[in-house]
T-cell receptor
Framework: SQELEQSPQSLIVQEGKNLTINCTSS?????LYWYKQKYGEGLIFLMM?????EEKSHEKITAKLDEKKQQSSLHITASQPSHAGIYLC????????FGTGTRLTVIP | KAGVTQTPRYLIKTRGQQVTLSCSPI?????VSWYQQTPGQGLQFLFE???????NKGNFPGRFSGRQFSNSRSEMNVSTLELGDSALYLC??????????????????FGPGTRLTVT
């Protein structure tokens, strides 16, 4: 069965720093989704990537799907406390399945 | 524009009972998808409806079912509740469903969830 591995599992950064979260699949990704979950704000859909090499941005968050379509990276530039939360990736396989999440803490 | 609403927000049921959860999508949205979130299993996809037809289905037993009405509102039903069904149930609405939309047009808006506790 297909699995999604997210790394790191948790991340603590100083405000203003850049960071990257990775989502790696054991099989080819046909659709890759990024979400953010924050207590009190619910689950937020960030973006969907489909094509190898595709790159999309949502405010200061940029995500890319690599050419081989087995890994996606999410990059946050100049992190802010508002970026804190749990980032989840999801992928289309036999059905839609999700990684276990990366918990991001941003220290002011 | 009103967001996605889910009712009820909290629910306590007993093992063996059945439960129905409701999701009202954003006006104009025709797709509604359902998810289960638990500390142990994380986020899992249940099913997705578009124009009253189930378009995608996750890997859940037949006790979990859903439907969508002509006004795009959706309900999901869980019969013969088990303790393991205790979870946060989320629904999301969108203009398109997975498989139809391209990455440039696909988006989802989530509701606040219904927290179900089975005792």
């Amino acid at each position: 069965s297909q699995e999604l591995e997210q790394s790191p599992q948790s991340l603590i950064v100083q405000e203003g720093k850049n960071l990257t979260i990775n989502c790696t699949s054991s099989k080819t990704l046909y659709g890759l989704y990024w979400y953010k979950q924050k207590y009190g704000e619910g689950l937020i859909f960030l973006m969907m990537l489909q094509k190898g090499g595709e790159e999309k941005s949502h405010e200061k968050i940029t995500a890319k799907l690599d050419e081989k379509k087995q890994q996606s990276s999410l990059h946050i530039t100049a992190s802010q406390p508002s970026h804190a939360g749990i980032y989840l990736c999801g992928a289309d396989g036999n059905n839609l399945f999700f990684g276990t999440g990366t918990r991001l803490t941003v220290i002011p | 524009k009103a967001g996605v609403t889910q009712t009820p927000r909290y629910l306590i049921k007993t093992r063996g009972q059945q439960v129905t959860l409701s999701c009202s999508p954003i006006s104009g949205h025709r797709s509604v998808s359902w998810y289960q979130q638990t500390p142990g299993q994380g986020l899992q996809f249940l099913f997705e409806y578009f124009s009253e037809t189930q378009r995608n289905k996750g890997n859940f037993p037949g006790r979990f079912s859903g439907r969508q009405f002509s006004n795009s509102r959706s309900e999901m039903n869980v019969s013969t509740l088990e303790l393991g069904d205790s979870a946060l149930y989320l629904c999301a609405s969108g203009l398109n469903f997975r498989g139809l939309a391209s990455s440039s047009s696909y988006e989802q808006y989530f509701g606040p969830g219904t927290r179900l506790t089975v005792t």
